[in-house]
């Protein structure tokens, strides 16, 4: 984190971009072990149409996101709470979003509570919630 932009109610953070690949999903799931996460084949057999991320990763992708802002605030003060409200596949393109939607005062500092989500390249929402953190 160098420099801190002036931030308000209703700034939004820079976006992190990520295309998905079978690739990916197979080396954050373990491969070459079995599942919806990595087969097409067990996905089919368990109702998917396909080889389903991890709800999970697209949480990895929003603490990226999170730790470029904040720094190593995020580590010390951040604070996560998310829903997973869609499947993405691979050749989807992730896109991480947040919001500034209140700073409250703690201490001396301030906490910057945010309006978190992921959605995909068709703007569809996959990920949905809230975070939090104590500004740099």
Do not use: C
Request: hydrophobic content about 40%; overall charge positive.
């Amino acid at each position: 984190m160098t420099s801190q932009p002036k931030v308000d109610v209703g700034y939004q953070l820079p976006s992190l971009t990520k295309t998905i690949t079978l690739e990916k999903m197979r080396a954050y799931s373990g491969w070459p072990r079995r599942s919806i996460h990595t087969d097409d084949e067990v996905a089919r057999q368990g109702g998917l149409p396909r080889a389903v991320l991890q709800g999970i990763q697209n949480m990895t992708y929003l603490s990226e996101m999170l730790l470029k802002f904040f720094g190593q605030n995020w580590i010390k003060t951040g604070k996560i709470s998310i829903t997973f409200i869609g499947l993405v596949f691979p050749g989807d393109t992730m896109t991480t979003k947040a919001v500034v939607k209140e700073k409250v005062a703690e201490g001396k500092a301030t906490r910057l509570v945010l309006d978190i989500w992921v959605e995909n390249q068709k703007g569809e929402r996959v990920v949905v919630g809230t975070a939090s953190a104590l500004m740099p």
